[in-house]
């Protein structure tokens, strides 16, 4: 058994969730109703949900107090890239609901979520999650509250605690780095699960019944994904951004693609981080930062089923009013991390812009829930690859101008 396990453990983790997905298919449709397989996925997610919050708090913390001077220019680097590729996912989305329009059927029973009233909203709940209790925080895995009080704790230990105590700190980051690397060792398992669980649920079925609008979200996903993000990678890193956009699609996208959770994905991508040879000073911190604010496809969620809502309404949107909605879009999607149920509930404050009333912009919302498992799925994959993938653009960007080699 020992000689098993250590040649599974030997291929490749990338082969092995192909493996789990693959016979995830086939049991999902040959025996769908052995739900017990689907506990492997819920255990695989939760214990990634479990681990993540501490796993950020605490690398964060140790990062700060250990940090090393010179990489202020890199945060300043990734935030701009942040925002301007969920900026640019917005227009995408723009271009492509004008060049394609769709309509969706308003006659879905409405979600029963309380959506916030507008932007101001969205951003006071930002705030307010920021200052949140850091330990209720940490329970209710609040990332927004977690970075900050990480940060407040990492600075004051950088002030004021004795080496042996930072030492202490960042051999407890460590720690819980190596619970983070065996749980994602159980991968294969944990996808197995999660795509029985889906192709059991729904079937194929989703495809035919929304399948203008999914295709147009998929679109729009893909072409931010493998247009709009490399174009700005090579813009900045001068050089093919492509061997990089795909590693960080095949080792993130497709873990997050499953798990529909930008949250769980976290210790992927700092795993993915660390194979890339990124400082852990750096990427301890904009990993989580990405997961807050570098939100592509929520950006694209929130124009799209907007617009058509509006098509549908016969309401007419000009180029100045939908370029709005795109800022709209963008400044929601940055604190959608602090709203319950995500971008989705923000296409009623997206739809206000428009005078559409909160009863017909919630059934556009219950549409998005029934859609949801492409939908959702596609969008957590395009933004947690992209949380990597910036990181590592402004690392190497920063390597680059002090003439450092950078491969990847």
Known sequence: MKNLIKKWNSISLILRILIGMIIGVVLGLLVPQFKVVSILGSVFVGALKAIAPVLVFVLVMSALANASVGIGGRFRTVIILYMLSTLLAAVVAVVGSFLFPVTIKLDVAAASNTPPSG?????TNLINNMVANPVASLMNANYVGILFWAVIFGLALKKLAAPATRKLVSDFAD??????????????????????????????GIFTDYGKLLLLLVGCMLAVALIVDPLIAAVFLRRNPYPLVFRCLKESGLTAFFTRSSAANIPVNMTLCEKLGLEPDFYSVSIPLGATINMDGAAITITVMALAVARTMQIPVDIPTALILSLLATLGACGASGVAGGSLLLIPMACALFGISNDIAMQA????????????????????????????????????????????
């Open 119 to 123: 932007i101001g909203e969205v951003l």
């Open 175 to 204: 720690m819980v780095s190596q619970a983070v690397r065996w749980v994602i060792q159980l991968a294969p398992f944990g996808i197995l699960g999660l795509v029985f669980d889906t192709v059991a649920e729904n079937g194929l």
């Open 365 to 408: 919302v219950a549409v998005g829930f029934i859609i949801g498992v492409v939908q959702d799925s596609l969008e957590t994959a395009i933004n947690s690859s992209g949380d990597v993938m910036f990181a590592a653009v402004a690392e190497f960007h920063d390597r680059m101008k002090r003439g450092e080699e950078v491969k990847f």
